[in-house]
């Protein structure tokens, strides 16, 4: 069973402060994702990486950057945490068959800026 | 960018009643795919559809994707109480390198009155 991890289900942090969502893969897969979850909005992309110390911008970058420096581990850095990213953070990691991409996703992490 | 529409926002079913929930693309698809995400879980992958026209069913779950590969549907018969969550659907957009990057719906609550 693919197994992806998040280091935190619940994380509350101050504004200003600098945060770090960590991610862990255990299945070899090549691409790695950051989304964050709010209600009536869906899933939205921040960030993805398709190899190690490979990223690119989502759909809402701002305020957010990332680190891949090993395969198996994708982090989501808010440089200066601000109450309008309180939100649910998911993480994600995918394989290819059957013509498409499946993804696996982590439990999330929840995380309240105050 | 892509955006991809979700219809309805939320269903509220008594138990055996049906359910459908829509999506549609702004641009063409290579291939969509449908997540169930449990209250307090995350998303989990359902199916995905990659051929124009294509028709799949998991039991009560009957899932389509249209011809000109823009949207999709998800329908349910005879709803039970363990369906009861949000669905997403995700869309991959055709052409280029993606890397598996998947523009998801808003997602559709459903609440299955027993």
């Known amino acids: 069973d693919v197994k992806v991890t998040q280091s935190s289900r619940y994380l509350v942090k101050r504004t200003g402060e600098k945060v770090f969502l960590e991610c862990v893969q255990d299945m070899d897969h090549e691409n790695m994702f950051w989304y964050r979850q709010d209600p009536g909005l869906g899933l939205r992309l921040i960030y993805f990486s398709y190899d190690v110390k490979m990223k690119e911008k989502g759909d809402i970058p701002e305020g957010y950057s990332v680190s891949r420096e090993k395969k198996e581990r994708f982090s989501l850095i808010l440089e200066s945490a601000s109450t309008n990213q309180t939100s649910m953070y998911l993480c994600a990691s995918s394989l290819y068959w059957a013509g498409a991409y499946e993804q696996y996703f982590g439990p999330g992490t929840r995380l309240t800026v105050t | 960018g892509q955006q991809v529409m979700q219809i309805p926002q939320y269903q509220h079913v008594q138990e055996g009643e049906d359910f459908t929930t829509y999506c549609n693309s702004s641009?063409?698809?290579?291939?969509i795919q449908w997540y169930k995400q449990r209250p307090g879980g995350h998303p989990v992958f359902l199916i995905q559809l990659v051929k124009s026209g294509e028709v799949k069913k998991q039991k009560r779950l009957t899932f389509q994707f249209g011809e000109a590969k823009k949207n999709s549907s998800l329908h349910i018969t005879a709803t039970q109480t363990t369906d009861v969550g949000t669905y997403f659907c995700?869309?991959?957009?055709?052409?280029?390198?993606?890397?598996?990057?998947?523009?998801f719906g808003q997602g559709t609550i459903l609440t299955v009155h027993p």
């Open positions: 995700a869309g991959q957009s055709a052409g280029g390198t993606s890397y598996g990057k998947l523009t």
């Open positions: 641009t063409t698809l290579s291939n």
